[in-house]
């Protein structure tokens, strides 16, 4: 039996296979769960692709984490199928590109408020629409993929201001969920090679330094441990673990100079 054997689990954010989402729904499946992808707008199409790459067909319902009236048909249309859901795995983020590089003082406030509103916001948006069905489950689990945004770096700016509110966020939805058993935790994954990284000019600099300073060592192109950790998070072998952030990393948060 594995690790997440007969959950049903909710994974955002595939946009192909090298997404750190796609990593956790193959593994997902190896470990004996059952798996509904969501994808939105021009990418759904994508997400199809990726999906029909998997080993078991899955269905994919569309979700735009930015709008309320879409979390809710996507709710809708999973609690068709699902009387109950296990796990949701938030892989969201989105900044516009004045938010990346460049200089911060010169992003204007509704770019902010954008990458804000799908980076950080959109996970109370998914807490809020799958509540019902995560409350159905006798204990459930909301895992979001983060990048550590306890420092400042280079060229990340409005984003790492985004994620510092998504794990605060992760927090407060740890103490609202908790009534209903559902657990809130992050994994601060280190640098991976995916569409969202290959948008932001610094992340080249990420990625070299990153095996060197990493105790572990760290390869960008395999997201495997990341997603075996949020597997594990999803599972029920951290029953009383919320309000977590658990770095996968390689050890790099952990060392000084």
Same mark, same amino acid.
């Given at each position: 039996?594995?690790?997440?054997?007969?959950?049903?689990?909710?994974?955002?954010?595939?946009?192909?296979?090298?997404?750190?989402?796609?990593?956790?729904?193959?593994?997902? #499946?190896?470990?004996?769960?059952?798996?509904?992808?969501?994808?939105?707008?021009?990418?759904?199409?994508?997400?199809?692709?990726?999906?029909?790459?998997?080993?078991?067909?899955?269905?994919?319902?569309?979700?735009?984490?930015?709008?309320?009236?879409?979390?809710?048909?996507?709710?809708?249309? !999973?609690?068709?199928? =699902?009387?109950?859901?296990?796990?949701?795995?938030?892989?969201?983020?989105?900044?516009?590109?004045?938010?990346?590089?460049?200089?911060?003082?010169?992003? /204007? =406030?509704?770019?902010?408020?954008?990458?804000?509103?799908?980076?950080?916001?959109?996970?109370?948006?998914?807490?809020?629409?799958?509540? /019902?069905?995560?409350?159905?489950?006798?204990?459930?689990?909301?895992?979001? #993929?983060?990048?550590?945004?306890?420092?400042? =770096?280079?060229?990340?700016?409005?984003?790492?201001?985004?994620?510092?509110?998504?794990?605060?966020?992760?927090?407060?939805?740890?103490?609202?969920?908790?009534?209903?058993?559902?657990?809130?935790?992050?994994?601060?994954?280190?640098?991976?090679?995916?569409?969202?990284?290959?948008? !932001?000019?610094?992340?080249?600099?990420?990625?070299?330094?990153?095996?060197?300073?990493? /105790?572990?060592? =760290?390869? /960008?192109?395999?997201?495997?441990?990341?997603?075996?950790?949020? #597997?594990?998070?999803?599972?029920?072998?951290?029953?009383?673990?919320?309000?977590?952030?658990?770095?996968?990393?390689?050890?790099?948060?952990?060392?000084?100079?």
């Amino acid at each position: 039996m594995g690790i997440v054997n007969g959950k049903r689990l909710v994974i955002t954010g595939v946009l192909n296979t090298a997404s750190i989402a796609y990593r956790v729904a193959e593994l997902a #499946l190896d470990e004996g769960a059952s798996v509904m992808l969501t994808g939105f707008g021009r990418g759904l199409s994508i997400t199809r692709r990726a999906a029909s790459k998997l080993s078991t067909e899955i269905e994919v319902v569309e979700l735009d984490a930015s709008s309320t009236a879409s979390v809710d048909a996507a709710v809708a249309a !999973i609690s068709a199928v =699902w009387d109950r859901v296990d796990g949701v795995v938030h892989a969201i983020g989105y900044a516009p590109p004045s938010c990346l590089d460049g200089e911060m003082l010169a992003t /204007p =406030w509704d770019d902010v408020a954008t990458a804000i509103q799908v980076s950080a916001y959109s996970l109370a948006e998914l807490a809020r629409g799958f509540k /019902p069905l995560m409350a159905a489950a006798e204990t459930s689990s909301l895992v979001g #993929l983060d990048f550590d945004a306890t420092v400042a =770096w280079p060229g990340y700016n409005w984003m790492g201001v985004a994620k510092a509110a998504f794990e605060s966020l992760s927090r407060y939805l740890a103490r609202e969920l908790a009534p209903i058993n559902a657990r809130v935790n992050l994994v601060s994954a280190g640098p991976i090679r995916t569409i969202a990284a290959k948008s !932001i000019d610094a992340f080249r600099t990420f990625q070299d330094e990153w095996p060197r300073r990493a /105790p572990l060592g =760290w390869d /960008p192109l395999d997201a495997t441990a990341v997603a075996k950790a949020v #597997l594990c998070l999803a599972s029920d072998y951290f029953p009383m673990t919320t309000g977590e952030l658990i770095h996968v990393d390689g050890g790099y948060h952990a060392m000084g100079a």
